[in-house]
Every structure is written in C-alpha cells, then in structure tokens.
C-alpha cells in the first residue's frame, strides 16, 4: 500500500536508476540512489524502499530496525517539508506497522493515533489519492478487529468506513493489486466467515491485475495463498492467517 513517488527534482537518469532498483526489488539500492539528492522527495522514497523491504519478509514480520530507519528518514523529509505528501503517507505506514504487535490501547499511546491524525491530513490535502484511502480502509478494520465494538465507536471506525475508502481507493487506480489485497486480507483478518465471498471476489480481483513491479508480485502470491485458504481450509485458519499477513 506504498504509493509509487517520482520525485520532480531527481535527474533522468537518476530517476530511472533508483525507480528500476525498486521496480526490481533491490530495496537497498533505491534507497540508497534516492538519497543522494538529500531532499524531501529522496528521502520519502528512501523510506517507500526501506518500507517495501520490511513488508516484503516472507515470515511476514517485519524487521523492527527497518521499521525504525523508515520513520527516522520519513521525519527527516518532514524536518524539511512539513507538509510533504509521500512524507507523511510513509511516516503513517511505518507507525502503524510498527504498532502492529502491541495491543490496541498500547498502539493508541504510541504511534497509532499519529500514524491517523497523518492519514487523516494527507487525504484534506490530497482526497484523489489512492493510498491513503487504502490505508485508511485497512485502519478502520484493524481497530474494528482489535478494538471490538466498543473499541471501534470510541475510535470512530467501522467496516462502512472501510468499505466507502475502499470504493474511494479503487475508483482512483482499479488495477493496483496491493490495494485490492491489502483490503482482503484486512476483511478476512475481521471475520473470515462474515466476510469470506467479499474477500474471495477481491482476492481474485487482485490477482487478475497485472503485476509491473517485485513487491506488487509478493503481494498477489499473499492473495493466493489466503485465497486457497479460505476455499480450502477452515475459516477460523485462514482467519488466523490473514492476521499474520502482510
């Protein structure tokens, strides 16, 4: 759920060197390329690469020193430009992802309640963009799922919520796999039985998509292989799956 950021100030060549490294998988390298420019653009693609590298373990957890490289170069881009778009979308995704294993009142006193307040900003700034309504649709089920009911009145988030920034996020780019898979994944994490045809029919949304980069091919094999589960194993499972997932 990372957007695809071309920096304005990078030369051509440097454009497509560190956007062929992330296309490629090879995190390191476009991080590394992006930052030779030191500006807010470089530096939130150097946290977007370090993120995808994180996200893309196969043991699905991401390494917690990624995770703290990530925010440390998102604020720098934020030191120099506060309002910085990508910025403050990869600051959003990092903390969260770094909230991911604490329980939800420990996620709330920590980067939680900033990773929304930064979506919630991004999205008054800039309402046509796709991620953050990705992002949003998965944060709404994550505080239905691990806040329960009540949880979820006091934080203002539901499954319509989700659903209408879904919608938002599709109607923007239809042929992004992550979006369509990261949504699945969120649905069924919820309630697998609930919500098991929604989350087939978007889970083969996803993969009907055409694949163009490294991290977006790691996403649709996810969305294969919880699709599998769902339609062959028992829900309880492939709910239990769809939790650990990334």
Known sequence: MVALLMPSSFAL?????????????????????????????????????????????????????????????????LDLNPDHIEGRLQLAIALSLKARPLSSREAMKTGGKEAKALADAVLADDPGNPY????LAVWHLEVRRRGGSIGASVMGAS??????????????????ASIHWQYARALAALNARKYNQEAVTVLQTALACQSDSTLESVM?????????????????????????ML
């Open 13 to 77: 060549a440097e454009q497509e060197a560190h956007l062929i490294a992330f296309t490629e998988g090879r995190y390191e390298e476009a991080a590394t390329l992006a930052e030779t420019t030191h500006t807010a653009d470089s530096l939130a693609f150097a946290a977007r690469s370090i993120l995808a590298d994180a996200i893309s373990n196969p043991n699905y957890e991401p390494p917690t020193h990624l995770l703290d490289l990530a925010e440390l170069k998102t604020r720098a881009a």
């Open 132 to 135: 953050v309504h990705g992002f």
């Open 159 to 176: 499954v319509r919520k989700a659903n209408e920034h879904y919608q938002a996020a599709i109607s923007i780019a239809p042929d992004d």
């Open 220 to 244: 649709m094999e996810r969305a294969r292989t919880l699709l599998t589960s769902l339609e062959q194993d028992s829900r309880k499972h492939a709910q239990r799956l769809a939790a650990k």
